[in-house]
C-alpha cells in the first residue's frame, strides 16, 4: 500500500471552496480531479490510491470498468496498485464484434455509452467512477455490465455531488450503494464538504 507521507487532505481540498459554474443549466464543481484546475498533484492520487484499497474490497474482482470521459483515468490508475484489468465504456461505437450499448442520461448531457472488452474470464467487475452527481452514467454502465452477463460487486466514486441525490438513485435503481471517499453540496459560487469517509463535517 502505498504511504502518505504528510497530513495534508487533498481528498478533502479538491472539493472544498471551489469555484462553482454553471453547465447545462447544472451546478458544476471546476476541481483538480476532473478538471485539472489547478494541475492535479501526485500526492493527492497516492491519497486517493490509499483510501480506495482501505474501502474497496477489490480482490475478487476480474475486472474494473470506467467511463473514458474524466474518471477513466481513475480507473487505469487502481488496476496497477489492484493488479486488476480494466476496460472503458466510451462514446462512439467502434464496431468491434460483441459490442454492447446503452442509452444515457446524466447531469449534463445524454447519449448512448458502448462496452467492448468483456469475455469469458470477467464474472464479477467493480465501476469505478471520479464523481457522483444524478447517477445516470453509472446506472447506464451497470446496465451495459448485465447485458454482457456480469455481476457489478462494486460501484466507487471519490465524490458524491449530494445536490442531485445520485447516489440513492443508483441504490433505488441496481440495489447497490455506491461507495465514496468524501460528499459536497454546490452553493452559488464555491463548493462546501459536508462529509468525509461517511462522517459529517
Known amino acids: 500500500m502505498l504511504m502518505i507521507m504528510n497530513t495534508t487532505d487533498y481528498i478533502f481540498e479538491a472539493f472544498n471552496n471551489q469555484p462553482i459554474r454553471v453547465v447545462s443549466g447544472k451546478k458544476y464543481c471546476v476541481n483538480t480531479i476532473t478538471d485539472h484546475a ?92 471520479d464523481i457522483i452527481d444524478t447517477g445516470g452514467t453509472i446506472i447506464a454502465m451497470v446496465q451495459l455490465l448485465q447485458k454482457a452477463g456480469v455481476e457489478v460487486i462494486d460501484i466507487f466514486a471519490i465524490a458524491e455531488k449530494v445536490d442531485y441525490g445520485g447516489k440513492e438513485r443508483i441504490y433505488q435503481e441496481t440495489g447497490i450503494l455506491a461507495k465514496t471517499l468524501v460528499s459536497f453540496t454546490s452553493g452559488d459560487s464555491v463548493s462546501t464538504v459536508v462529509s468525509r469517509n461517511n462522517q459529517t463535517i
Open 38 to 129: 489547478p494541475a492535479t498533484r501526485p500526492e493527492l492520487l497516492q491519497q486517493i490510491i490509499a483510501e480506495a484499497t482501505q474501502l474497496i474490497e477489490y480482490t475478487d474482482a476480474d475486472l474494473l470498468v470506467g467511463e473514458e470521459d474524466r474518471g477513466g483515468y481513475i480507473c487505469s490508475l487502481l488496476s496497477i496498485p489492484w493488479m486488476k484489468p480494466f476496460t472503458l465504456t466510451v462514446w462512439n461505437p467502434s464496431g468491434f464484434e460483441g459490442e454492447i450499448a446503452v442509452d444515457f442520461k446524466n447531469a449534463y448531457t445524454d447519449g448512448t455509452l458502448y462496452l467492448n472488452g468483456i469475455d469469458a474470464a470477467h464474472k464479477k467487475v467493480i465501476i469505478v467512477e
